[in-house]
């Protein structure tokens, strides 16, 4: 007779205990501890990958050249370092509604398209509602093909019997295996279920992508051994209501983990931005305002030119507002706080208001020096040159610090037909190699004076 026994698991990292506790000790999340059945035959039960694999000298073993799929998104390709390596595990994880299956869907097709065999699991839609989907996105391929199950045993089976080359799981969160006694979506589930699918994968040579929910914090649902277990881990993100949509990598064992790739979501499905400086300055206004500055950032080995706006205003209440979009909430107040002691300018009685435009999110320091112009310029009133582009990081003395691929963000600059481009001092040797006017400056004030005009003035 099989024992059964209970224990409390959290749900946000799998730290496992005896009984009800509110705050786990290992992640600090509240509330996240959820009972679950454990029987003995369960819990001795564990996933074996590689068995039997001799023992090897690392000057003796042979490498061979990794064979990459291409998914038809060159966006794509450069996050996954070059393409879909073969027999790899890809979790892709995003908010509801954000584009995870169409983008998959989309890459069946490509994947297919070379004759490659693709399996779709649709665990949490019918058939019908993939055909659907796929119509409108003119997907109908005959080496694809459609299983919804949410069984892992009548997986294992398809798998065997098609033996495809790539497989999607949408999503493992729906997927269970009947020998855990929890519900599917459970910590033990994911957990177990991905283990298994990722022993089939390097087996049997099976590239395979599997959708993953988040967390209403943005996290990956789930534990977190589930981000150690696949190979590659990507974000999608950006707001369903905008049509903007950025790929990142957090893991990835075949490539950098430092590019992105930028989608458009149109009616017909997601189509690759190759250049997001042209879309991203498009919709920038032909009247120049205050409060406006175009930087610099670099994302992996891609230059993103982005408009910063801000908007300082007189407020009535005691604690003025400081509200972000795009950037860290804590580095606008690192920025306001050097602005208030180096250069005199009081926000006490101001809310401030800092946007990134086109639903992008940068973190790189470089862009300090542009959000500071920014707020400085809104809350004098007055403009910054309109053929001027801003990169730099601000130190805590009101020191511009210098920063990485410099060369890069200029010729990037003078191919956008900038005339002006601010850089930290000493930053660059060779300025005469470039047709574009390279102002250097050391200290805040000195960028103030170098990029902000009176003749700009919106009146």
Known sequence: MTNIKTKWICQSCGYETA??????PECSAWASFVEENISSDSSKKITKINDNVPISKISEITFQQTYRMKTGFAEFDRVLGGGAVSGSVILLAGDPGIGKSTLVLQTAQTIASIGKKVLYICAEESANQVKIRAERLNVNSEYIYVYPQTDLENIKEQIKQNSPDFLIIDSIQAIYDNSITSSAGSVSQIRECTNILTDIAKKENITTIIIGHVTKDGNIAGPRVLEHIVDVVLSFEGDKYKTYRILRGIKNRFGSTNEIGIFNMQETGLCEISNPNEIFLSERSGIITPGSTIIMAIEGSRVITAEIQALVGTTAYP?????????????????????EKRIGLKFNTSDVYVNITGGIEIDEP???????MAIITCFQDVCVKSDTIITGEIGLSGEIRKISNIEKRIIEAQKLGFKNIIVPKGNISYKNNFNINII?????????????????KNL
């Not at 009984?19 to 786990?24: N, Q, T």
């Not at 470089?366 to 500071?372: R, S």
């Open 366 to 372: 470089a862009a300090d020096l542009g959000i500071a």
């Open 440 to 456: 250097e400056v050391s200290r805040i004030t000195e960028a103030i004076t170098a990029c902000i005009t009176k003749g700009d």
């Open 319 to 339: 604690a003025p507002r400081r509200v972000t979009n795009g950037i860290d909430y804590n580095r606008l107040l690192q920025i306001l706080a050097v602005i």
């Open 19 to 24: 009984k009800y506790i509110g705050k786990c």
